[in-house]
Nanobody
Framework: QVQLVESGGGLVQAGGSLSLSCAAS????????MGWFRQAPGNEREFVVS????????FYADSVKGRFTISRDNAKNTVYLQMNNLKPDDTAVYYC???????????????????WGQGTQVTVSS
């Protein structure tokens, strides 16, 4: 089992920044690719970004490319999401997720992920 705990959400004005963290415990963190997903009220969960086991590969949804940055610190068992130039459309509950990965790949499909955090709310006001 892998336990994931997100933190760092909150309320910010459009154009502002927030930094999310996701702390993992339970298994060898570096064996897992990590992803961030989000879900707004009335919408389906959507992929935001993924990072490979080593951190050497990342893949972003077009909607956040150039504004969000994912990173990970395997020594601290933590993955981060830096969100800049936030827009009201970014308002959602953000979830981090982990998938046991054989190679150094990224994964965009939520169904691939084995473990999920409880989510943290991000609200962007206009």
């Amino acid at each position: 089992q892998v336990q994931l705990v997100e933190s760092g959400g909150g309320l910010v004005q459009a154009g502002g920044s927030l930094s999310l963290s996701c702390a993992a415990s339970g298994r060898t963190f570096s064996n897992y690719a990590m992803g961030w997903f989000r879900q707004a009220p009335g919408n389906e969960r959507e992929f935001v970004v993924s990072i490979s086991r080593s951190g050497g590969r990342t893949f972003y949804a077009d909607s956040v490319k150039g504004r969000f940055t994912i990173s990970r610190d395997n020594a601290k068992n933590t993955v981060y999401l830096q969100m800049n130039n936030l827009k009201p459309d970014d308002t959602a509950v953000y979830y981090c997720a982990a998938v046991l990965a054989i190679g150094d790949y990224v994964w965009t499909g939520g169904y691939k992920y084995n473990y999920w955090g409880q989510g943290t709310q991000v609200t962007v006001s206009s």
